[in-house]
């Protein structure tokens, strides 16, 4: 099976500083992915070498096979990868309307997102329509920047922090929404420091230390390997 995305010995960094170093992982179409790794890992600097936010020294990006390399980032966005990005990045000026139309793409099958179907599934946006970003509480503006990737009809939605300072009630609401949209088909990539949650949710996970992939595998490989959360996660 071709990957949807797929990423391959990617070195990338911010000036003199390399901060990947031949990283590699894929997502399946319908799979649900982990990136987990400690603080300062590389994690967001591989989301922002996939969304072209970044640009890579070498290495490969591939939707579908295809390189992506050289699209520009608002052109990697329109392939049908959504971003709900690390501090979710709302626009603090517009409404919550606005923020989820302002990059919506309209569906390419009729079953796709809408405004409703957003609303639908977090009634409390609804309610905060006409609220301007800056007046949301984090966990409003996570379930904004979740719906505003939604709503650009993605094919693979890319979290980055999925739960991030929002509160063990909040958490538990964006689980179950992740978990929903998984069930409805949408292959997602997320990071997160939740290792139980993320065990539940995903189907392969990727271990970065330093910038490149030290373990990858499923759920039951990771739960069988004690070691896994001592050696490269635990604080
Ligand atoms: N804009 C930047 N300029 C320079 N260095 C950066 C920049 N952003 C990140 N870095 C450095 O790159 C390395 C990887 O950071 P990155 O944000 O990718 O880690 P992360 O795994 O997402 O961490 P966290 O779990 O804290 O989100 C770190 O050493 C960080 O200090
Ligand atoms: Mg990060």
Not at 207 to 219: A, H, L, T, Y
């Amino acid at each position: 099976m071709v990957p949807l995305l797929e990423v391959k010995d990617l070195n990338a960094g911010y000036g003199m500083s390399q901060v990947l170093f031949d990283m590699s992982l894929h997502v399946l179409p319908g799979q649900c992915v982990s990136l987990q790794g400690r603080n300062g890992m590389g994690k967001t600097t591989t989301v922002r070498s996939i969304m072209a936010q970044l640009a890579h020294t070498s290495g490969q990006v591939l939707w579908k096979g295809q390189s992506i390399d050289r699209l520009a980032d608002f052109e990697v966005a329109r392939l049908g990868i959504g971003l709900v990005p690390e501090g979710r990045q709302i626009f603090p000026n517009l409404t919550v309307w606005e923020n989820l139309v302002a990059t919506a793409r309209a569906p390419k099958q009729s079953e796709g997102w809408t405004l409703e179907r957003v609303y639908a599934l977090f009634p409390r946006l609804a309610d905060r329509a006409k609220h301007f970003g800056n007046q949301l509480s984090g966990g409003e503006q996570q379930m904004l920047a979740i719906g505003r990737a939604l709503m650009t009809n993605p094919e693979l939605l890319i979290l980055d922090e999925a739960t991030e300072g929002l509160s063990p009630l909040l958490r538990q609401e964006i689980w179950q929404t992740l978990s929903a949209l998984r069930e409805n088909g949408l292959s997602i990539l997320v990071t997160d420091k939740n290792l139980k949650q993320l065990l539940t949710l995903c189907d392969h996970h990727y271990i970065v230390e330093k910038g490149q992939c030290v373990w990858s595998g499923d759920s039951t490989a990771f739960r069988a390997d004690a070691s896994l959360k001592q050696r490269y996660l635990a604080a």
